[in-house]
Antibody
Framework: DVQLVESGGGLVQPGRSLRLSCAAS????????MNWVRQAPGKGLEWVAA????????LYADSVKGRCSISRDNSKSTLYLQMDSLRAEDTAIYYC?????????WGQGTLVTVSS | QSALTQPRSVSGSPGQSVTISCTGT?????????VSWYRQHPGKAPKLIMF???ERPSGVPDRLSGSKSGNTASLTISGLQADDEGDYYC?????????FGGGTELTVL
């Protein structure tokens, strides 16, 4: 079974940085594109970033472009999201997702709270 | 990257059918077959229930069906059951970005 386990969330002050991780198992990680999707409290889903299987292509939502960086380590089956210059509006549950032109599998998410 | 448009809520009685619409543009929904749908129960992660407009993942009952006409995709749930309650999101891949709908809350009366 596919398992995606996010970690790294927590309370962080505005302007600071945070790195999220997602440990993947149950599939050949290196052959799938991966994405991050977030959900602010009480709000809908928002796509954040995507990375191709070989990491040669990355895409970002306009809302995080220039502040976030998605990466992966295929040798460790791990996906990352580096978030800099965090803002209150970045407060959300961040989901790691397996991508096949649709979000085939989801992790349980990690909560990021940006507040002073 | 504007969000796709969904009704905020729909409702139906057990056994009835409901349809949730999802309207985008020629750049996303109207441009390809990569429309997908997700259901989310409170406090849980979303779950894929439809992909490629009308394809159901393994384990999703055929009471759920998807379609698309122009820039609008639709999800129809027939034979409503209590467990169908939840939030439903459509999604479209547009080549350089991915966009979700705002979500629709389905209530089974």
């Amino acid at each position: 079974d596919v398992q995606l386990v996010e970690s790294g969330g927590g309370l962080v002050q505005p302007g600071r940085s945070l790195r999220l991780s997602c440990a993947a198992s149950g599939f050949t990680f290196s052959t799938y594109a991966m994405n991050w999707v977030r959900q602010a409290p009480g709000k809908g889903l928002e796509w954040v970033a995507a990375i191709s299987a070989s990491a040669d292509t990355t895409l970002y939502a306009d809302s995080v472009k220039g502040r976030c960086s998605i990466s992966r380590d295929n040798s460790k089956s791990t996906l990352y999201l580096q978030m800099d210059s965090l803002r209150a509006e970045d407060t959300a549950i961040y989901y790691c997702t397996k991508w096949v032109y649709w979000f085939e599998s989801w992790g349980q998410g990690t909560l990021v709270t940006v507040s002073s | 990257q504007s969000a796709l448009t969904q009704p905020r809520s729909v409702s139906g009685s057990p056994g009835q059918s409901v349809t949730i619409s999802c309207t985008g543009t020629r750049s996303n929904v109207g441009n390809n077959k990569y429309v997908s749908w997700y259901r989310q129960h409170p406090g849980k992660a979303p779950k894929l229930i439809m992909f490629d407009v009308s394809e159901r993942p393994s384990g999703v009952p055929d009471r759920l069906s998807g379609s698309k006409s122009g820039n609008t995709a639709s999800l129809t749930i027939s034979g409503l059951q209590a467990d169908d309650e939840g939030d439903y999101y459509c999604c479209s891949y547009a080549g350089t970005y991915v966009v979700f709908g705002g979500g629709t809350e389905l209530t089974v009366l």
